[in-house]
T-cell receptor
Framework: GQQVMQIPQYQHVQEGEDFTTYCNSSTTLSNIQWYKQRPGGHPVFLIQLVKSGEVKKQKRLTFQFGEAKKNSSLHITATQTTDVGTYFC?????????????FGKGTLLTVNP | SQTIHQWPATLVQPVGSPLSLECTVE??????LYWYRQAAGRGLQLLFY??????ISSEVPQNLSASRPQDRQFILSSKKLLLSDSSFYLC???????????FGEGSRLTVL
């Protein structure tokens, strides 16, 4: 599986503030997926990024894939209490098939109402 | 539509006892299947994955094993549980080798 560093490990914000989590790899990635896990729940797929420099939006969430396909970010605009949870990136390496999907350590987001 | 079922949801087992967690997927064929483990407040650790019946790849063997007796059935087992096996176990499936994962509700195991 592909190894990445995900930062920050924790982030506490006031409701309405923005939030960003980053995933950084030392090698080029084939694609990267993002998941959200609510407290006590299971991870839920959010999005997959494949193309260099790709930007995708889901309402207040903006996902980016770096030009070199080595890093990615998830940005949430004007956080709400419903955004609370742990956000994981899950990269796939380049070159051939890779059935294994390993996850970053995640960023735990807490939102103060 | 496809669904994934995982059970039991919670269990408490004594040290040295066996373990069997079961996962089934409905509404699809030949799914890629995965077992992950998540310690409290931690990330997801891949334990096993399978691309077909009888095909199991192990990432963290330890005292756990996995089997896929049927196309849409994935079982996580142990002959003798350790205290360190206490964790949250998640089964997941994917429609293709590079697709997104769909997770079950998880099984919370406590070993005493």
């Amino acid at each position: 599986g592909q190894q990445v560093m995900q930062i920050p490990q924790y982030q506490h914000v006031q409701e309405g503030e923005d939030f960003t989590t980053y995933c950084n790899s030392s090698t080029t990635l084939s694609n990267i997926q993002w998941y959200k896990q609510r407290p006590g729940g299971h991870p839920v797929f959010l999005i997959q990024l494949v193309k260099s420099g790709e930007v995708k939006k889901q309402k207040r969430l903006t996902f980016q894939f770096g030009e070199a396909k080595k890093n990615s970010s998830l940005h949430i605009t004007a956080t709400q209490t419903t955004d609370v949870g742990t956000y994981f990136c899950a990269p796939r390496g380049s070159g051939g098939s890779n059935y294994k999907l390993t996850f970053g350590k995640g960023t735990l987001l807490t939102v103060n109402p | 539509s496809q669904t994934i079922h995982q059970w039991p949801a919670t269990l408490v087992q004594p040290v040295g006892s066996p373990l069997s967690l079961e996962c089934t997927v409905e509404g699809t064929s030949n799914p890629n299947l995965y077992w992950y483990r998540q310690a409290a407040g931690r990330g997801l650790q891949l334990l096993f994955y399978s691309v077909g019946i009888g095909q199991i790849s192990s990432e963290v063997p330890q005292n756990l094993s996995a089997s896929r007796p049927q196309d849409r059935q994935f079982i996580l087992s142990s002959k003798k549980l350790l205290l360190s096996d206490s964790s949250f176990y998640l089964c997941a499936w994917s429609p293709n080798p590079r697709g997104e994962l769909f997770f079950g509700e998880g099984s919370r195991l406590t070993v005493l």
